[in-house]
């Protein structure tokens, strides 16, 4: 039954309906809203206000088609983007396997660090940073090998609610009441040479990892094993979750534009120096009120995209690993095998390269940035080479998309390698 196409019905479901089957596309925003939104966009708005803005939407919008490929595959043909991959032939899943591997790693550390340390803004007694990482790996790993994907599920969207109300009200508050200028000369220009770094960081996980349109592809494949599933429902439920990103990314870079722009104020680059500073861009703005509540709500979206790190690519990993050994049923014993693995590898950077948080994510976006083009090629290549259904076949306006956003990310890629080793 798992592999059965579940593509029956043109049939269009009620708006009520549509809601309950929010799921994989929620658990994508939640993993998407970490360092690319409270780090990047954030900052980007401080530096540049919001001559990053054009930027930031045309990243999402070149990504769109690739994360798409998630859905438009699994609902078409009921199986994974990994198992796509592998009909493909051995070396793309070699690849993917190998990239999931390193990604996947890097991505939870540097995850676990940022909620270390905003862990540590409202506990009050001093512990390490090792030891407030190993707490929240811990509490990740108890409540995934508990709750699975429903637990997930429930948290995300909890998660997401809170994190949109909070931030909207923030940017409207901050809006009414913009932080004085102090600094008259006029802002730096993006559009140089030598901002290329902070473009590339930005970009790399905007609005997320696009290996992430593979975690989306088994979530989807996990939430059709609790309940009905419908194209209509998984392209709507992946389209709230990819679009309200894509707005989020924005009002956190009007944050950053409206209280930190123009006042003179750099960003810490130290972890804990700079989760405090992010608390206190909010307070600055609702409220002195509201600083320790604001702390709790930056932790758990930090949080929310640090157990969906650790579920997603231990589950890509695990599927890949089954069909490299040409196995027809995955043990969940492999799976639990994998989110130990990469929970320790993550730990144990952590505790030798706790130094600073914001090199570790820095690292983790140029990374996920140069990966971009070859997971946004076979994405294309599967959905392209595929027999699927009419109405999730890549149509024309959809295509020309895809090739537009493979010329976009492979020439930067191309212009980000000639800046960092050839220049």
């Known amino acids: 039954m798992e592999n059965t196409v579940p593509y029956t019905s043109n049939t269009k479901l009620p708006f009520a309906q549509l809601i309950r089957s929010l799921g994989p596309g929620i658990m994508m925003a939640a993993a998407a809203v970490g360092g690319s939104h409270l780090v990047a966009s954030t900052k980007a708005g401080a530096i540049y206000g919001w001559q990053l803005a054009a930027l930031i939407l045309l990243v999402n919008l070149f990504k769109y088609p690739f994360f798409k490929a998630s859905v438009q595959y699994t609902m ?14 051995k070396p793309y899943l070699w690849i993917f396997a190998i990239l999931s591997v390193f990604s996947g790693i890097v991505n939870t550390a540097a995850l676990l660090m940022f909620s ?33 994907y429903r637990a997930l599920d429930v948290l995300s969207k909890t998660i997401m609610a809170v994190l949109t109300l909070a931030t909207l009200t923030a940017v409207f508050i901050a809006a009414t009441n913009p932080a004085p200028v102090t600094i008259a000369t006029q802002a730096p220009s993006p559009w140089n040479i030598a901002a290329i770094g902070f473009i590339v960081v930005t970009m790399g996980w905007m609005p997320a990892p696009i290996e992430i349109s ?120 492999i799976f639990q095998s994998w989110m130990f693995l990469v929970s320790a590898s993550a730990l ?76």
Request: glycine share 8%; with cysteine; hydrophobic share 55%.
């Open 214 to 333: 593979s975690l989306t592809s088994m979530w989807l494949k996990s939430q059709r094993k609790q309940q009905s599933v419908t194209p209509q429902s998984a392209l709507f439920d992946f389209n709230v979750g990819y679009i309200g990103t894509a707005i989020l990314a924005i009002v956190f870079l009007a944050l950053g534009s409206l209280v930190l722009h123009g006042t003179g104020v750099e960003l810490s680059k130290s972890g804990v120096g700079f989760s405090h500073q992010l608390v206190s861009l909010y307070a600055s703005t609702i409220g002195e009120w509201s600083r320790y509540l604001i702390a709790v709500i930056a932790f758990f979206c930090i949080f929310g995209s640090t157990i969906t790190v650790i579920d997603g690519y231990s589950r890509v990993i695990a599927e890949s690993q089954r069909l490299l050994n040409n196995r027809v049923q995955q043990s969940p014993r």
């Open 76 to 89: 078409g043909t009921g199986e994974s983007l990994v198992e796509g991959y592998a009909k493909l032939g």
């Open 116 to 148: 270390a340390s905003l862990l540590g803004y409202f506990i009050p007694f001093e512990l390490s940073m090792p030891t407030l990482s190993a707490l929240i790996l811990i509490t990740c790993l108890v409540i995934l090998l508990a709750g699975h």
């Open 348 to 423: 144990a950077i952590i505790i030798f390269w706790a130094s600073a948080l914001m090199p570790m994510l820095d690292f983790a976006m140029v990374m996920a940035f140069m990966t971009t083009p070859v997971f946004a090629l076979l994405n294309y290549v599967l959905v392209t080479r595929t027999p699927l259904p009419e109405a999730l076949q890549v149509g024309p306006k959809l295509k020309a998309l895809s090739l537009f956003g493979l010329i976009y990310l492979f020439g930067f890629l191309a212009l980000f390698i000639w800046w960092k080793w050839l220049m």
